[in-house]
């Protein structure tokens, strides 16, 4: 990040932090819809006339399966604005699906979705406007590729690039099946006007060789936090800034009931303006709900010890893994990645092993520049030690987490900082660690661990 970026996007930030405080409600014209002289509930968005027009079509499109045309039905007629809209998305208007990475009961492509996406009503010609971009010419050389299933054909004009999550066994996809996404658009709909709290959810598909169900995704070009943590150590402007928005939306998360589940930098999406969103909702579910004893599915690092231990999920396991990733965006390195994540490790982190503290760099030349950026690292590290406290009732909330992290975002310097100041470690991960979501297998014997 550059220096002219980096002040850009401090000012920005005290701006939107300074007006907060204020109720905007009576500056926030409100515009009424030209067809049924209600308030638009989104821009250009009226959400009674577009859920009876989305109404309307029910009958012209299906999945094949009761459980998901329900889910999307529902979704379509509460939906404020087109953020929030999903559809039932035909395959063949998918191109150019090529593989990008397997997660714990998901594969992960990329691909380009003919016409993108539903945008708002064109009450001319009465039909939905879509957003889409012009194909470029590297998505037609793409096409030419082994790797590549339905590749574009020269014809084909306009487009939007997506993820596809595919859901691994969900052809017989039941009610329980989509309790996740059921979740996730809760999570959604907890959003105020125009604020977007995780990346953005256009629809699903499904896989006609295998069967299996697809969501269809936002692509965020730059990837997963994890795969940025050498880059989110070169600044600190980077690290408040990333984790004031990850710490807003799972204030926002904690805040309808839910917890995660599965918290880690792997599911932490970058988009291109450097905002941390929130992504899979691998157990994201009611708090009340019970999992299963001695089966965890996650990753082992990120896990807090009273649920290794056997104890339910709860917001407080959410904070746990929150601190993990405020160790990584200082350290640059992924948490405990010199060990097998195995029983043993499980063991050590119930006994109270957590990853060693790093010594706050000098990066700023300007001494008064350099105490304040110390001082706050200091605050820094205590929350985080927090964060990861073996009693779960000692961490801090997520609402707690949202207020430092307003509170400092706009308190940390900002200058050019020395190439030679951000050289970030090197290090190899151990061939036994594991950094993607998978089923641990914990033994009774951490029922009784002491710590």
Same mark, same amino acid.
């Given at each position: 990040?550059? @220096?002219?970026?980096?002040?850009?996007?401090?000012?920005?930030?005290? !701006?939107?932090?300074?007006?907060?405080?204020?109720?905007?409600?009576?500056?926030?014209?409100?515009i009424l819809c030209?067809?049924?002289?209600?308030?638009?509930?989104?821009?250009?968005?009226?959400?009674?006339?577009?859920?009876?027009?989305?109404? #309307?079509?029910?009958?012209?499109?299906?999945?094949?399966?009761?459980?998901?045309?329900?889910?999307? #039905?529902?979704?379509?007629?509460?939906?404020?604005?087109?953020?929030?809209?999903?559809?039932?998305?035909?395959?063949? +208007?998918?191109?150019?699906?090529?593989?990008?990475a397997k997660g714990?009961?998901?594969?992960?492509? *990329?691909?380009?979705?003919?016409?993108?996406?539903?945008? *708002?009503?064109?009450?001319?010609?009465?039909?939905? *406007?879509?957003?889409?971009?012009?194909?470029?010419?590297?998505?037609?050389?793409?096409?030419?590729?082994?790797?590549?299933?339905?590749?574009?054909?020269?014809?084909?004009?306009? $487009?939007?690039?997506?993820?596809?999550?595919?859901?691994?066994?969900?052809?017989?996809?039941?009610?329980?099946?989509?309790?996740?996404?059921?979740? @996730?658009?809760?999570?959604?709909?907890?959003?105020?006007?125009?604020?977007?709290?995780?990346?953005?959810?256009?629809?699903?598909?499904?896989?006609?060789?295998?069967?299996? @169900? %697809?969501?269809?995704?936002?692509?965020?070009?730059?990837?997963?936090?994890?795969?940025?943590? %050498?880059?989110?150590?070169?600044?600190?402007?980077?690290?408040?800034?990333?984790?004031?928005?990850?710490? #807003?939306?799972?204030?926002?998360?904690?805040?309808?009931?839910?917890?995660?589940?599965?918290?880690?930098? $792997?599911?932490?999406?970058?988009?291109?303006?450097?905002?941390?969103?929130?992504?899979?909702? $691998?157990?994201?579910?009611?708090?009340?709900?019970?999992?299963?004893?001695?089966?965890?599915?996650?990753?082992?690092? /990120?896990?807090?010890?009273?649920?290794? +231990?056997?104890?339910? /999920?709860?917001?407080?396991?959410? !904070?746990?893994?929150? $601190?993990?990733?405020?160790?990584? %965006?200082?350290?640059?390195?992924?948490?405990?990645?010199?060990?097998?994540?195995?029983?043993? =490790?499980?063991?050590?982190?119930?006994?109270? =092993?957590?990853?060693?503290?790093?010594?706050?760099?000098?990066?700023?030349?300007?001494?008064?520049? #350099?105490?304040?950026?110390?001082?706050? &690292?200091?605050? @820094?590290?205590?929350? %985080?030690?927090?964060?990861?406290?073996?009693?779960?009732?000692?961490?801090?909330?997520?609402?707690?987490?949202?207020?430092?992290?307003? &509170?400092?975002?706009?308190?940390?310097?900002?200058?050019?900082?020395?190439?030679?100041?951000?050289?970030?470690?090197?290090?190899?991960?151990?061939?036994?660690?594991?950094?993607?979501?998978?089923?641990?297998? !914990?033994?009774?014997c951490l029922d009784?661990?002491?710590?």
């Amino acid at each position: 990040m550059n @220096y002219i970026y980096a002040n850009w996007l401090n000012v920005a930030f005290k !701006i939107t932090y300074f007006l907060s405080f204020f109720d905007m409600s009576e500056f926030d014209e409100t515009i009424l819809c030209s067809d049924c002289n209600q308030p638009e509930t989104g821009v250009k968005w009226c959400r009674s006339c577009n859920s009876e027009r989305f109404r #309307q079509d029910f009958s012209k499109w299906t999945s094949g399966n009761n459980f998901v045309d329900k889910f999307i #039905q529902d979704a379509q007629s509460k939906a404020r604005n087109h953020l929030e809209v999903i559809e039932w998305i035909p395959y063949n +208007r998918l191109r150019n699906i090529q593989y990008l990475a397997k997660g714990g009961f998901s594969i992960i492509y *990329k691909a380009v979705l003919l016409d993108g996406f539903i945008n *708002k009503w064109d009450k001319e010609n009465k039909q939905w *406007k879509r957003y889409y971009n012009e194909i470029k010419d590297e998505d037609y050389e793409d096409a030419k590729k082994d790797n590549i299933k339905s590749p574009l054909n020269e014809n084909e004009k306009h $487009g939007y690039n997506i993820v596809l999550k595919s859901l691994n066994n969900s052809s017989n996809i039941n009610d329980g099946f989509l309790n996740e996404w059921k979740n @996730y658009m809760n999570f959604i709909y907890s959003a105020e006007k125009y604020e977007l709290l995780s990346i953005k959810l256009y629809g699903i598909t499904q896989d006609p060789e295998t069967l299996d @169900y %697809m969501i269809v995704m936002e692509h965020m070009e730059l990837g997963s936090l994890k795969s940025n943590l %050498m880059v989110k150590r070169c600044n600190p402007i980077d690290k408040y800034y990333n984790l004031y928005y990850i710490a #807003q939306s799972l204030s926002k998360l904690h805040n309808c009931n839910l917890v995660h589940g599965d918290l880690h930098s $792997g599911n932490l999406l970058l988009s291109n303006n450097l905002i941390a969103y929130i992504s899979d909702f $691998g157990l994201s579910k009611p708090v009340d709900k019970p999992t299963k004893p001695n089966v965890i599915y996650g990753v082992l690092p /990120y896990i807090a010890p009273e649920v290794l +231990r056997g104890k339910p /999920y709860t917001k407080g396991a959410d !904070i746990y893994s929150f $601190g993990i990733i405020m160790w990584e %965006m200082t350290s640059g390195i992924p948490a405990f990645n010199d060990m097998p994540h195995d029983l043993e =490790l499980a063991l050590k982190i119930c006994r109270g =092993l957590r990853p060693e503290l790093v010594e706050v760099p000098k990066i700023f030349d300007d001494t008064k520049k #350099q105490k304040i950026f110390e001082d706050l &690292e200091k605050k @820094y590290l205590e929350l %985080m030690k927090r964060c990861w406290d073996s009693d779960s009732g000692k961490r801090p909330t997520s609402n707690e987490l949202f207020r430092n992290f307003s &509170e400092w975002y706009g308190c940390i310097p900002t200058e050019p900082i020395p190439e030679n100041k951000l050289i970030a470690p090197i290090t190899q991960n151990h061939p036994l660690s594991h950094y993607t979501s998978r089923i641990i297998e !914990i033994s009774e014997c951490l029922d009784d661990c002491m710590i």
